[in-house]
């Protein structure tokens, strides 16, 4: 597609389930973010990926929250047992160089998560 | 660490008037600068970019921004402001010679611009 696309758009989720959030980024780049927005505030940096492989995931704020990319292009965000602090918009990033320099990063919507 | 504020949660404006949108940013060496923006329902959408070279860098829409390394600053500006300027806009920094989790966008907690007719 011509920019990152994120599915769902919204999830609810009950208290303790688990959820899956995937993000499409453009095709051919190499970097890819997740971050999380919570509501009023600016996005915080979760995770990132040079093709297949995580470089980091310091940002992640649990053991609960896993990140793939297995094959270098979509990447999925999974958040076990989900508690309500968890509510937010996930937001993710894709830029095409390797360096992991987001210069010029492209985002997608976003997913709304909303845990009840 | 690298950090970014954006003073003023909200700014209004009047239509026609020039608008301006405070950003500072604290970084250990010569920073990467952005903006985006954020209408309701929509993601991050690229403004413009401070790397190196003119102090004063023109981007989407009509917006520029002026680096002040002595100020730290790196405040949005439009000349002549529209209704549909109206949106959440952030700022944020890299510091390109950090490696690790400094790789990723220190992003300021955003400020809501409205534009009144």
């Known amino acids: 597609g011509a920019g990152v696309s994120q599915s769902p758009r919204y999830k609810v989720a009950k208290r303790g389930q688990d959820v899956a959030l995937r993000c499409d980024p453009i095709?051919?780049?190499?970097?890819l973010f997740w971050y999380q927005q919570a509501l009023g505030q600016g996005p915080e940096f979760l995770t990132y990926f040079q093709n297949e492989a995580q470089l980091d995931k310091s940002g992640l704020p649990s053991d609960r929250f896993f990140a793939e990319r297995p094959e270098g292009s979509v990447s999925t965000l999974k958040i076990q047992r989900t508690q309500q602090e968890d509510s937010a918009v996930y937001l993710c990033a894709s830029s095409l160089g390797g360096s992991g320099g987001n210069l010029g990063a492209f985002f997608g919507q976003g997913t709304r998560l909303t845990v009840v | 660490a690298q950090s970014v504020a954006q003073p003023e949660d909200q700014v209004n404006v009047a239509e026609g008037n020039p608008l301006t949108v405070k950003c500072t940013y604290s970084v250990s060496g010569n920073p990467y600068l952005f903006w985006y923006v954020q209408y309701p329902n929509r993601g991050l959408q690229f403004l413009l970019k401070?790397?190196?070279?003119?102090?004063l860098v023109k981007g989407s829409y009509g917006f520029e921004a002026e680096f002040n390394k002595s100020q730290t600053s790196f405040h949005l500006k439009k000349p002549s402001a529209l209704v549909s300027d109206s949106a959440l806009y952030f700022c944020?920094?890299?510091?390109?010679?950090?490696?690790?989790?400094?790789?990723?966008?220190?992003f300021g907690s955003g400020t809501q611009l409205t534009v009144l007719p």
């Open positions: 401070y790397i190196t070279g003119d102090n």
């Open positions: 944020a920094v890299r510091d390109p010679h950090s490696s690790g989790s400094a790789r990723q966008l220190t």
């Open positions: 095709s051919g780049h190499v970097s």
